[in-house]
């Protein structure tokens, strides 16, 4: 297979120096660094490109679609206090490009500084595996990742009092922020220290439905148990910061417990 060409930037980006850095690319969308006005602001630019197989005129409206409900999603969430980052710009019209219109949209968002919590808890994955740890080391241990996924019940509390429901919620779509300046570790084993930001809202919806906050908490659950499996037995833990985050939480964490029930008889049935 030939090396990966992701599709040119839109206008302006396509004449930035230094020029965006890819950082990302999935089935929906490209994620890259760049500057915001002045060049020392670092900024995420999120691309939507358009699908040259889709018909263009319902391609147009798709990608619209998508682009704009996630910039109102962070807009709201902001205004809120929510932990997201703040939209900076956004183009649903697909102005950029060359005559005719680029087809594709795209949002500018506030630059996150720290990792993605799937990075985190994979380092302190390794770690742990390559160490010889007495029971109270590992208790030490097991409490700072016990203190984050308490902060990443707690964050997505807050997200659901604000009447959201993410639609996505892996590790790969919560970041923590480091505190400050800090300097990074390492030994290789991950600070734990850093407020958790909600990124991702590309299939996020307004929600107060017990139903779709337990959803949200089963899909995080179950990748946390797919991807770390050493992290998923302190899954209490996020469920205590959850809980404990707004009034609603009782009745949606009730809610989980069905919604528990019915993914164990699915995947009793096959
Ligand atoms: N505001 C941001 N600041 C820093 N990194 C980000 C930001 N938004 C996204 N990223 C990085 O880009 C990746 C992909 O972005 P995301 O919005 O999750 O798009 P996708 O729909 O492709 O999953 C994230 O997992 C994260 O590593
Ligand atoms: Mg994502």
């Known amino acids: 297979m030939g090396e990966y060409h992701p599709p040119p930037l839109p ?53 619209r679609q998508r682009i ?37 949209a795209w949002l500018m968002m506030e630059w996150i500084e720290g990792s993605v919590v799937r990075v985190v808890l994979e380092k302190w994955e390794a770690w742990m595996k390559d160490q010889t740890l007495d029971a109270a080391s590992v208790e030490k241990e097991e409490k700072r990742v016990r203190g984050l996924l308490r902060q990443m019940g707690a964050a997505i509390g807050v997200l659901h009092k604000a009447g959201v429901v993410h639609g996505d919620l892996t590790t790969s779509n919560l970041m923590l922020r480091p505190f400050g300046t800090e300097v990074v570790e390492d030994d290789g084993n991950p600070s ?3 407020d958790v930001v909600l990124i991702d ?7 107060s439905q017990d139903e779709d906050r337990a959803v949200d908490l089963y899909v995080l659950e179950r990748a946390i148990g797919s991807t770390h499996p ?40 096959g």
Not at 34 to 55: G, M, V
Not at 201 to 207: D, K, R, V
Request: aromatic letters at 6%; charged letters at 25%.
């Open 68 to 104: 704009i409900q996630e910039a109102r999603c962070l807009a709201k969430l902001v205004r809120e206090g929510v932990s997201v980052p703040a939209l900076l710009a956004i183009d649903w019209a697909g102005h950029g490009g060359e005559e005719g219109g680029w087809g594709g």
């Open 230 to 269: 050493r992290s998923e037995p302190m899954f209490e833990e996020l469920i205590l910061g959850y809980r404990n985050s707004y009034k609603g939480a009782v009745s949606a964490l009730k809610r989980l417990e069905d919604v528990r029930m019915r993914g164990r008889k699915r995947s009793m049935l």
């Open 192 to 194: 734990m220290e850093g």
């Open 11 to 63: 206008s302006p980006f396509n004449n930035t120096s230094p020029p965006p850095t890819l950082l990302t690319q999935g089935a929906e969308a490209h994620l890259y660094k760049t500057t915001s006005l002045d060049p020392s602001i670092p900024a995420a630019l999120k691309i939507r490109p358009s699908k040259p197989y889709r018909h263009p005129t319902l391609d147009r409206r798709l990608t």
């Open 201 to 207: 809202f590309g299939l996020a919806s307004q929600s």
